[in-house]
């Protein structure tokens, strides 16, 4: 959608002040022509940029756009989202994620989209969202995982936008096993984990969050939420994508040091599912009973009302009301 501009990187420096075309062209060591060139692609961007005689230009306004340069501005990661790719529209960014891993990019390339035609949700169910209204994006992992472990990089993924939402809202948001981000039992995040691996080996992950932020009701599919809704104003997309970018990398770096137990210690703070009572639809059987928790492979264990515990790496959980 735009690549890293020089230009706007010298109005952002100027701080709503003007800055004149020679002096960015002088900096940049391109032609006045070049610079005037890339001010009309910024302002066909949707960036308010004025422009006064003798004075030059000055960055005005920043459009509510998922921008590559907006993303990154500012951004305190290593590699996660260090190189960010933004589409108008595309299929769904867990596909143009996972093309990536098939080429080989490395670990911390993010895909966000304004809007996805075929975005999909978990058990096959379809993600859907209005245009320029909420986060949508992916991001390539490369862990040193079995297939099996990557259930905790599922959990963690959650436990990075709880916290992120928190912090940023004062809200208290919660987790409902795997990994549904849940206010008063009101859907508002999902995160979907897809893979390529060996037998015994994850070649890539690709986990694909969508967070529902200025969505409006009337936009939103029953039994959704979104942050508008909950906090009554418009939230900065950019601001929750860099905390969360950033928030998600500190938590990876922790799981890949096999501290997987403190997330999951974090998981069980945030999750409405522990200790609630829930039926579970694994591969079509449905199993009635109370959430025990979770354990050192994200598993969820349940005690059912015949008195068993069952352990369930996968499916989908209903709170009982
Ligand atoms: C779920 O709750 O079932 C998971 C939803 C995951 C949606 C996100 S939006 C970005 C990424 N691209 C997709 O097609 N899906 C995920």
């Known amino acids: 959608m735009a690549k890293d501009s020089a230009v706007l990187k010298s109005l952002r420096d100027q701080k709503g002040q003007f800055v004149s075309g020679e002096e960015i062209s002088k900096k940049l060591k391109v032609s006045r022509s070049a610079v005037w060139k890339e001010i009309q692609v910024l302002k066909n961007l949707g960036y308010e940029i004025g422009a006064g005689p003798h004075l030059g ?9 998922m921008l590559p340069d ?9 590699f996660i989202g260090r190189q960010i790719i933004s589409y108008e529209e595309t299929r769904s960014t867990n596909d143009a994620v996972f093309h ?17 035609t075929q975005g999909r949700g978990r058990l096959g169910r379809a993600w859907v969202s209005p245009k320029y209204k909420n986060i949508l994006f992916s991001v390539l992992l490369r862990p040193d995982l079995s297939p099996a472990g990557v259930s905790k990089v599922t959990l ?29 039992e009101k859907k508002l995040c999902g995160i979907l984990t897809e893979m390529s691996s060996e037998p015994d080996r994850v070649n890539f992950i690709v986990v694909g969050i969508g967070i529902n932020v200025n969505a409006d009701p009337g936009e939103l599919v029953k039994g959704a939420t979104s942050l508008k809704e909950i906090t009554g104003t418009w939230q900065s997309r950019i601001e929750i994508s860099q905390t969360l970018l950033e928030t998600f990398e500190s938590d990876y770096l922790q799981l890949k040091k096999g501290e997987f137990e403190a997330l999951a210690k974090k998981w069980e703070e945030f999750s409405s599912t522990s200790g609630k009572r829930v039926t579970a639809t694994v591969l079509g059987r449905k199993i009635h009973g109370t959430a025990v928790g979770i354990d050192k492979e994200g598993a969820l264990w349940i005690r059912t009302d015949s008195g068993l515990q069952e352990k369930i790496l996968a499916g989908d959980v209903q709170h009982e009301k």
């Open 57 to 65: 230009y000055r960055l005005l306004g920043i459009p509510d756009r």
């Open 70 to 78: 907006e993303l990154s501005a500012g951004i305190k990661t290593k």
């Open 100 to 116: 990536l891993g098939e080429e080989g990019l490395k670990e911390g390339v993010c895909v966000f989209a304004e809007h996805q």
């Open 156 to 184: 963690m993924a959650a436990v990075s936008v709880v916290k992120t939402l928190r912090l940023l809202t004062g809200r208290r948001f919660h987790i409902k096993w795997p990994n549904d981000v849940l206010f008063h």
